[in-house]
Structures are given as structure tokens and as C-alpha cells.
């Protein structure tokens, strides 16, 4: 059925349980995963031109730190259950993009990610990075809330 799962994190306890679950589905159908964690990239600001300068190396070292732990956090939990997985992270404006761009580059055939589950006015300002990636990628996502 399904040979290889993107298992995308942002470090939350949500998304680990997504990953758990992404895991879990992995061990049963023999399949390996890929775990992958958006980085946002340092927030430019034409008035703040010299605070930007000064901590956009700092901010990018941190982030990637974090991302890091995350993905290590994944392959350690995949590692425990017997399952096969590499990971990366991408530094990108828009999460949704770098998932559905990960599973076309990585050939993952299945996507399993978290939601929120957020609901009128919260959805409508905060967007749905998972409700993203179903309308714009081309595999199946299995939604964890």
C-alpha cells in the first residue's frame, strides 16, 4: 500500500502525535518514513534595517538548531519502532509549499501531518497549512488532530 510517509513536524505535541501515528502506520505496512520541518525565514523589516542585521544570523542558527532537535526527536521515535527514516528541513515563507515539495522530491506516497482543527474567524487569519497541502499536493494526507 503505502511504501514511504513524509512525516512533517514543527516540534508541537500535536505533531509529534501525528508523527507517532505516521510511525506506527509505517511499522504495520513496512514502510520507511521522512521526517521534514519548515524553517520561516528571519522576518525583514525596512524599519528595524539594523536590528535585522544583527540577529538574522543568530535567528537562522537557532532555527536550524531547533530543527535539528525536532528531526532528531523523529528519527529517534522511527528508530524505536524498527522504521526506516532520513529527514531534512528547508527554510521557506510558506510551510505548505516546502511539504508538498518535499514529498514530490522525497517520492513519498502518503503525507501524515496535524491540524489544529481550527474553525471559523481562527481558520479565516490563521490559515490551514495542512488544508494547504490537500488542495495543492498529489498524494493522499492523512489529517492527525
Known amino acids: 500500500m503505502f511504501k514511504h ?8 505535541e500535536l505533531s509529534l ?9 509505517a511499522a504495520k505496512l513496512g514502510a520507511r518514513v521522512y521526517a521534514f520541518h519548515v524553517i520561516a525565514p528571519f522576518p525583514a523589516s ?3 534595517a ?10 537562522t542558527r ?3 538548531a531547533n530543527a535539528e532537535r525536532y528531526l532528531a526527536d523523529v528519527r529517534q521515535r ?15 515563507a510558506r510551510p505548505y509549499s516546502a511539504i508538498v515539495g518535499a514529498a514530490r ?13 481550527w474553525r471559523g474567524f481562527d481558520r479565516l487569519l490563521l490559515g490551514s497549512e495542512t488544508h494547504k ?9 492523512l489529517v492527525w488532530r
Open 5 to 12: 510517509i513524509l512525516l512533517p513536524t514543527d516540534g508541537s
Open 17 to 25: 502525535r501525528a508523527v507517532d501515528a505516521g510511525i506506527e502506520l
Open 46 to 48: 525596512v524599519y528595524f
Open 50 to 59: 539594523e536590528f535585522v542585521v544583527a540577529n538574522e544570523p543568530s535567528y
Open 62 to 64: 537557532e532555527a536550524i
Open 78 to 92: 522511527a528508530q524505536a519502532a524498527g522504521v526506516p527514516c532520513e529527514s531534512s528541513h528547508e527554510i521557506d
Open 105 to 117: 522530491k522525497q517520492q513519498c506516497d502518503l503525507i501524515v501531518m496535524a491540524s489544529h482543527g
Open 133 to 141: 497541502v490537500i488542495l495543492n499536493g498529489d498524494v493522499p494526507v
